[in-house]
């Protein structure tokens, strides 16, 4: 017990209580600026929330960015752990070349797609090569969000492949002898075989994706501050000037609330469908 | 590959056909790793870059290959101070969490008490918390600590932790994952050796420190890496707890070289490099740890 409490009182004093002091800090309005205390408001902050466009704005951002960024880069990393779960020389290059993305922090794998995709960048060049014209990706509403994306799905797929092929590993060798010597074909072994074995890994790495992904935040920061028009604020983002540009403490931590009762909801569908079939 | 007639030819042919798909496979594979590290050699060879070529015609080897944007990276912005600020954390984080996250999850694992398990789950669930609903009152908490940053017995009047290495601490001590790994790691463990201790009159500090402590390298090594790579990558905490240059993270120092207008990318990519190093060295002389502690929680749990 004496090795726990050092444990558990951290957690105490710095988990649990705030969240409790966030639920609190939700009813109230509150401007840490003005050296006043919390002024109690009740359910006002989430009323608020309701009709606010910016909020729905970004809970729609957070939603379209998850859902378009979440099957991409699951099949993507699919197809990538079934090519690299043979076993031949040098594929062990392959499967920690192609964790390298996940190494590098988000916001320094930002940078480089900050350039990639900036006027003279290199996406702009491969355009020039065929002569196309040059765009600004970052900068139009229309694709700014897409063009985030494409780099957070790159960036997704070391750690999702790695997973994946370690649920491979688990699958024993001779449930696909067995089948094969019943005749079944490859798809038939994919579809009755390793998905069915996958799929406590396949459902574990899909929760893990959506709660990171709904929770973007250094990406967003780096590339496209929110914007343009909004295009990009997610809700996390959008807490973030709430609270730290505006100094709304309450409003933003209603926000958060919301936020989190958005990937729960999310993540139990996501475990819901995987245990059904 | 999916009939087995043993007949002669047949097999010739079907030999062959492995073969012809084991060469598609590797160059599937092998179009992919280099899409995936295309953007990393691009960031390398900007770093090289002279910073006024940067601007036109890069290549991906450089012509006049130079070490300029390193100096720069170094010199111009507030990279040098970050780094070791990072380092100072991130090694606060590494030991307090060897220490806490360990020693819990070895007692939840080998000396349960009358609701440990409830303790268990409750911390277990704290990690399902989404980083946003703590962090407004962490940080109101931070800058409200008593007797700290010119504050007075009730945390009123002053800064608190805002603005220094404490208060940019304070999220990475603990991490509850850590200790749910830890757990079922010990889980997984013999009990005998402890029994055979505890008959022998040894006491349970001795029988965690002498006899499971340094059987439990790996595990160690997942805490570690997880801790480190905790604090070095982090940047919202960071951008929120800290106001000034003495104590900006490395992250939040590479997010300087972007606000202005005109973007130097060259030094830009040169920073990120360094910035890279560290967790890339750690990745490399830690690699099986890596890999495992990441499938850990979901094989087991």
Redesign the interface.
Known sequence: ?L??A???L??LV??????V??LI?SFTEYT?LQRGAPTFVGLQNYAALVGDADFRGALWVTARYTLQVLPVTIA?ALV?AL??N?S?RGVGI?R??????H???????S??????Y?Q?G?IN?ILGTFNLSPQHWLNEPSSALNGVSVMRI?KA???NM??LL??LQ?IPKNLYEAA??D????WHLFRHVTLPGLR??LI??IATDI?YLS?S??EI??LTSGGPLRSTTT??YL??TE??EYSN?GS??A???V??AF??ALTLIALRGGRER | MTDTLPIDHQRKRRFSRAERGRALNITVLLIATLMVLFPFLWMISLAFTPAQEAFRDVSLWPSNPTLENFVTALTVGNLSRAFVNSAVVALVAVLTNCLFTVSAGYAFAHLPFRGSNVVFYCLLATAAIPVAVTLIPLFLMASSIPFAGGNDALGRGGSGLIDTLGGLSIPYLVGTMSIFLVRQFFLGMSRDLAEAARIDGASELRIFWSIYLPISRPIVAVVAIFAFTGVWDDLLWPLVVSSSARSQTVQLALTGFTQSGNIQYAPLMAAAIIVTIPVLLVFLFNQRHFISGLSEGAVKG
Request: aromatic residues 18%; charged residues 5%; hydrophobic residues 65%.
């Open positions: 017990m090795l726990v050092p444990a558990a951290y957690v710095f988990q649990i209580v705030p969240v002091y966030g800090l840490p993507i990538l090519l690299a043979r031949f392959f920690s070349a192609l964790y390298v993305p190494i590098v922090s988000l916001t320094a794998v940078m480089i797609w900050l350039w990639m900036s003279n290199l060049d790159w797929l070391g750690s790695v997973l370690a649920g688990t094969s010597i005749g079944a074909g490859r406590p890994m574990y790495v709660i929770q935040f250094a920061f780096v809700v996390n807490i973030y609270a730290f403490m933003a931590s926000m958060a609330f936020l989190f990937i729960a």
